[in-house]
């Protein structure tokens, strides 16, 4: 049973820094690509990043690039993301997604999610 679990949400000022965490149990990973989408009130979840566990490979979305890093530590079986120069519209619950299948993980499709972790950026 694979296990997600985000923590590192928040409430931060416009321009501030936030980094999550995506702790994955239940399997080894080494295999496994993994994500971070988010939903904001009313809105359709979006995908932030993704990073490919073998070899580290990295997709982000046009909104967040040059402004969020995704990393991975294989020792800890843990996904991180670096978010920096918050925006209002950063505003929105994290999750953190797993899936063997790489396409699955970029198009929402994964089959393992966490439950979120809430991040709040006040102007």
């Known amino acids: 049973q694979v296990q997600l679990v985000e923590s590192g949400g928040g409430l931060v000022q416009a321009g501030g820094s936030l980094r999550l965490s995506c702790a994955a149990s239940?399997?080894?990973?080494?295999?496994?690509?993994m994500g971070w989408f988010r939903q904001a009130p009313g809105k359709e979840r979006e995908f932030v990043a993704a990073i490919i566990w073998s070899g580290g490979r990295t997709y982000y979305a046009e909104s967040v690039r040059g402004r969020f890093t995704i990393s991975r530590e294989a020792a800890k079986n843990t996904v991180y993301l670096q978010m920096n120069s918050l925006k209002p519209e950063d505003t929105a619950v994290y999750s953190c997604?797993?899936?063997?299948?790489?396409?699955?993980?970029?198009?929402?499709?994964?089959?393992?999610w966490g439950q979120g972790t809430q991040v709040t950026v006040s102007s």
């Open positions: 997604t797993a899936d063997p299948v790489e396409w699955k993980i970029t198009s929402g499709r994964s089959a393992y």
């Open positions: 239940g399997r080894t990973f080494s295999n496994y690509a």
